[in-house]
């Protein structure tokens, strides 16, 4: 698979006071789409955590186009645009249907235990969708 | 001191699309507030930590009484009621000026790093309020 | 149905640095619970909203009995106790497999949008568990 | 003031199991950077609110170059870079003492209660940091 999709559904603590879904808790439901979309293509981040590799947000840009709602089902799509000697670049949108909510560009560092690069595992490459 | 005060003001990551603090959000004001009062008290659960003393929380019971508001600021007030053999209970309430929005009961349990219950280092019988 | 089931997987945003769930955040689960609980009987609280009836957390208990770990699936187990005229009484237990997580007693008043509590309307009662 | 310096001190609900501040909860603290740098500057962006007048957040960048650690007091540095006709560019960055943690853009539209976007008030411009 070289697309993740996973479903989220709004609930009240993705909201604020202005009615809508508060801008960081987006940034919650990309974490998910990220993790659900390396367990379906067989990496799991956190067996490498156990070793030792770690993978950290280095860089996010998020563009937001219109607001999610409370009760709002949304589907958060995934994939990886660039897998480089020590980062991996995701692309990844929420929408409601067809509209587009919002765009993220997210960059993961691959580090050891004391923070610092490292190269990443191999079987990364796998992620990347084709053009 | 045997009461702490904290001042803490309502932004937009502490409310819900009902207009109001998400309920689950004044638990986190509740946390600072018992981390301030034990520190103001010479008292450092994080270097306890350190030496493999925890604190976890056991049981918690909040009465909610009247939210709290965007922009508004408000008092965590914290006190200790009991100093027991493992375990240590606070009365916490959060109030608006004299208003009170809510009221709550938390027992922290001490434990090891195997999460088994321990006594409770001494030096906490101070934290205790006169009556 | 009598009873509601959840899945929730554990994320990073729901954990803290104690490595475990922050105790805040099952609340979240249990709001989820609650809400799925209700529409798997035909009831949209989002509906009543609409209309004016709000319903409000008046009281929570929690009691944790074992923590959650990053990666773990538990289940929110969520029935009705008792519908009161202007109360509904929530029984909710958080399970990882037949392991006993968490559990907790919620209470809603049925509001009007003045916050003055109204009665609970008919339906409720439908939602409370045979004996 | 051209610059506004927020002091946050970082508790257990802004971490995560890596051990450090999970990556959405830093755009809580730039959240209030904002909000209080505008309030310092004589601006109330929820007075503008009740007369129709929104700031919603279309863009973020957040380049993350050192962790953040629970007990740690940090800065929330917050200037304005550029008022445009319909926008605001903030620039902000998160320190502790002198070490750099976090670096970030965030563009503000001005909206009306339709979401449509609308001219910013003449006050703004007085937010702009001299060169």
Chains 1, 2, 3, 4 share one sequence.
Request: some cysteine; proline content about 2%; hydrophobic content about 35%.
């Amino acid at each position: 698979m070289t697309i993740g999709l996973l479903k989220k559904k709004i609930y009240y603590h993705d909201t604020d006071c202005g009615g809508v879904v508060y801008y960081a808790n987006y940034l919650k439901h990309l974490e998910e789409g990220r993790t659900e979309f390396c367990l379906e293509n067989g990496i799991n981040t956190q067996e490498y955590a156990r070793q030792g590799v770690w993978f950290v947000v280095a860089n996010i840009e998020v563009t937001y186009r219109a607001p999610a709602r409370y009760g709002e089902t949304v589907t958060v799509e995934t994939r990886v645009e660039k897998v480089g000697r020590t980062s991996i670049v995701f692309k990844q949108r929420i929408l409601r249907e067809a509209k587009l909510l919002l765009e993220s560009t997210v960059v993961w560092v691959c580090v050891n235990t004391e923070f610092k690069p490292r190269s990443v595992p191999e079987e990364f490459s796998r992620l990347v969708s084709a053009a």
